[in-house]
């Protein structure tokens, strides 16, 4: 697609539920990222995945955080068992080519905001 | 790894004024340094990036940024502001990840 794009744009769940957030990233990106943007913050990294493979989970908080990529395409963000702190936007990037090096600029989606009640 | 200050929280200018907001990072290592823009209601935006070179890089909208590499700073500058320019600027920094920094929020008064 033209540009990066994230669904739901809002979702409101209650604590010790299961949620999941969907990614589509720019065509022909082969890297895709996650990140993480609480109130008043920057994005915090979470994951980015080169091809189907996750390069880099260092930013993951905790293992109720998960993120699949199997086709090298879309992406799904995993949150097990929700809690308040996990209310946050989460933003997902992409870029043509992936790593931390090199002439790669991330283009982001407009983010899912997540309210865990 | 890396860390990324940026220590204007909210300015507030009028239409006219010059504009110029601090990032500072702290790596080692080699470092490419980006500036995003949010603006109300839509997605980040890239705004400028220094990848090597010309440490003064232009971006969109007039705004440019100069990396002092002695200073471990890449401040962000625009001589002259309007109000579309409102909005919340974020610096960002990339050695063996991408950080970014909490955000300065721009208000530009008409």
């Known amino acids: 697609g033209a540009g990066v794009s994230q669904t739901p744009s809002n979702k409101v769940t209650e604590k010790g539920k299961y949620v999941e957030l969907r990614c589509d990233p720019i065509?022909?990106?082969?890297?895709l990222y996650w990140y993480r943007q609480s109130l008043g913050q920057g994005p915090e990294f979470l994951i980015y995945f080169q091809g189907t493979g996750a390069a880099d989970d260092s930013g993951l908080p905790n293992d109720r955080f998960f993120a699949v990529r199997p086709e090298g395409s879309v992406s799904t963000l995993k949150i097990q068992r929700t809690e308040r702190g996990d209310s946050a936007v989460y933003l997902c990037?992409?870029?043509?080519?992936?790593?931390?090096?090199?002439?790669?600029?991330?283009?982001f989606g407009a983010g899912s905001r997540l309210t865990v009640l | 790894a890396q860390s990324v200050s940026q220590h204007n929280h909210h300015v507030i200018l009028s239409e006219a004024a010059s504009l110029e907001l601090g990032c500072n990072y702290s790596?080692?290592?080699?470092?490419?340094l980006f500036w995003y823009v949010q603006y109300p209601g839509q997605h980040l935006q890239l705004l400028l990036k220094y990848f090597s070179g010309d440490p003064l890089v232009k971006g969109i909208k007039g705004f440019e940024a100069e990396f002092i590499k002695s200073k471990f700073s890449f401040n962000l500058r625009k001589p002259s502001v309007q109000w579309s320019d409102t909005a919340e600027y974020f610096c960002a920094v990339r050695g063996n990840d991408m950080r970014f920094g909490a955000g300065t929020r721009l208000t530009v008064k008409p």
């Open positions: 065509s022909g990106h082969t890297a």
């Open positions: 790596y080692g290592g080699t470092v490419n």
């Open positions: 990037a992409s870029s043509l080519q992936g790593g931390w090096s090199g002439a790669n600029v991330l283009t």
